[in-house]
């Protein structure tokens, strides 16, 4: 599984990377290593909603339940996030993202907040 990361480059803007999750087998299945989180929360966003510019407010997972977001960076990419894709949120710094709710229905997504 690929997860999309957007992080602070150099240059102070935000950047997309997929990234592999590593799996490691155990017992039956296969697993990631366990990261530390802080909390998990839900959060629903109507159609039309629109957030200007900001960095992540903390490293986090946020996965998409229901709905579209599309995130957009400082050189005019921009990207949708449908139902089940998942969000490293790593741009801590810099001028960070933009999203918007993304299509006519509301947009449900779960936010991890990761410990260092």
């Known amino acids: 599984m690929q997860v999309v990361r957007i992080y602070t480059g150099d240059d102070g803007e935000s950047h997309f990377e997929e990234i592999d999750l590593p799996y490691e087998a155990v017992s039956n299945a296969e697993r990631t290593a ?6 998990i ?3 629903r966003y109507q159609p039309g909603n629109f957030i ?4 992540a407010p903390r490293r986090q997972y946020v996965i998409t339940v229901s709905g579209q977001a599309e995130i957009g960076l400082g050189d005019g990419t921009k990207r949708v996030f ?3 894709d998942v969000l490293l949120a790593d741009d801590l ?3 960070g993202h933009t ?3 993304y299509g006519d229905q509301p947009r449900v997504s779960i936010a ?5």
Request: aromatic content about 8%; cysteine-free; overall charge negative.
């Open 34 to 39: 366990v990261e530390k989180a802080e909390s």
């Open 41 to 43: 929360h839900f959060r």
């Open 52 to 55: 200007d510019f900001h960095p």
């Open 82 to 84: 449908n139902a089940g």
């Open 93 to 95: 710094t810099g001028r």
């Open 99 to 101: 999203t918007a709710v």
């Open 112 to 116: 991890v907040p990761l410990l260092d």
